[in-house]
Nanobody, 127 residues
């Protein structure tokens, strides 16, 4: 079993930055593809970014490409999401998720692929 705990959310002005952290329990976390998703009020949960177990292969939604950066520190069992040049439309609850499949799935964007989820952290960007 893996538990994920997000932190780092808050209120920031447009153009500002935040860094989210996802701390995981369990040594096997380092072998999981890990993703960030977000959900705004009245909208479906959407993919933001993902990182493979090797910490090198990364994937981003078009809406955040060039502004957000995902990284991981397997020694600390933590995945980060650095968010720069934030926009009001980035306002949402951000969730960390881990894919426990023993095989690396070719697709990383679907929420249904992930087995473990955190409780979420609120990010609010004011205009």
């Amino acid at each position: 079993q893996v538990q994920l705990v997000e932190s780092g959310g808050g209120l920031v002005q447009a153009g500002g930055s935040l860094r989210l952290s996802c701390a995981a329990s369990g040594r096997t976390f380092r072998s999981y593809t890990t993703g960030w998703f977000r959900q705004a009020p009245g909208k479906e949960r959407e993919f933001v970014a993902a990182i493979r177990r090797n910490g090198i292969s990364t994937y981003y939604a078009d809406s955040v490409k060039g502004r957000f950066a995902i990284s991981r520190d397997n020694a600390k069992n933590t995945v980060y999401l650095q968010m720069n040049s934030l926009k009001p439309e980035d306002t949402a609850v951000y969730y960390c998720a881990a894919d426990a499949s023993p095989f690396e799935m070719p697709v990383v964007t679907g929420p249904g692929l992930y087995d473990y989820w955190g409780q979420g952290t609120q990010v609010t960007v004011s205009s």
